[in-house]
């Protein structure tokens, strides 16, 4: 069956430090994956696209993996602030049904 | 990017009790999305709408359950008809940004809906 998996389990960082959040997905073939912010109350917000193509995509302290070997995208936010607390979504394309999959969420928490 | 507003922000139904919530984006799209959200549960497509067509329903929802409209390029709803406690959700609406020809999306800012 087909799957998008982001750990369940909130992360806990300390400030400063780098945060890894990890999506994994099963019997996709994406063309692109998205990552997305969403705060409590709020819609989710579109941070990162990476297509299948390019291994590593970056923007200010975001960085985005993509590996279509591994079936995984690894979201890392370096230099984390407190004001970086959020759920984090992943997101896939699905080319046989023309629209975005998102995973669950991890929820990331960042202490001072 | 497109800024989208959604009313009501909340609200507390009575079971039985049909709930329409609406969606107003500030520019023309073609496409406008409605999702669902349960607690610590991924994003749930609804249903796809187009203006002047009818509703594309995904596996599992059904038009006499969540009838939407589409009047026109800039607005829709979404109505949750004949609730019961189940339908306690945030429901979203979102539209594609059209960046890069991808479907990137800008969502609104969701309605919490409780059903008693």
């Known amino acids: 069956s087909q799957k998008i998996e982001q750990n369940s389990e909130a992360l806990n960082i300390q400030e400063g430090k780098t945060a890894t959040l990890t999506c994994n997905y099963t019997n996709y073939s994406p063309a692109y994956l998205q990552w997305y912010r969403q705060d409590p109350g709020r819609g989710p917000v579109f941070l990162l696209l990476i297509r299948e193509n390019e291994k590593e995509k970056r923007k200010e302290r975001l960085k985005v993996t993509f590996d279509t070997t591994l079936k995984q995208s690894l979201f890392h936010i370096t230099a984390s602030q407190p004001a970086d607390s959020a759920t984090y979504l992943c997101a896939l394309d699905d080319t046989g049904g023309f629209k975005t999959i998102f995973g669950a969420g991890t929820r990331l928490f960042v202490k001072a | 990017s497109a800024v989208i507003s959604q009313k009501p922000s909340r609200d507390i139904c009575q079971r039985g009790t049909s709930l329409t919530i609406q969606c107003q984006v500030d520019s023309q799209v073609t496409m406008m999305f409605w999702y669902r959200q349960q607690p610590g549960q991924s994003l749930t497509l609804i249903a796809t709408a187009n203006q002047g067509s009818e509703a594309t329903y995904e596996s599992g929802f059904v038009i006499d359950k969540f009838p939407i409209s589409r009047p026109n390029l800039t607005f829709s709803t979404l109505t949750v008809s004949n609730m019961s406690p189940e339908d306690s959700s945030i429901y979203l609406c979102?539209?594609?940004?059209?960046?890069?020809?991808?479907?990137?999306?800008?969502f609104g800012p969701g309605t919490r809906l409780t059903v008693l």
């Open positions: 979102s539209v594609e940004s059209g960046r890069d020809h991808t479907d990137t999306q800008y």
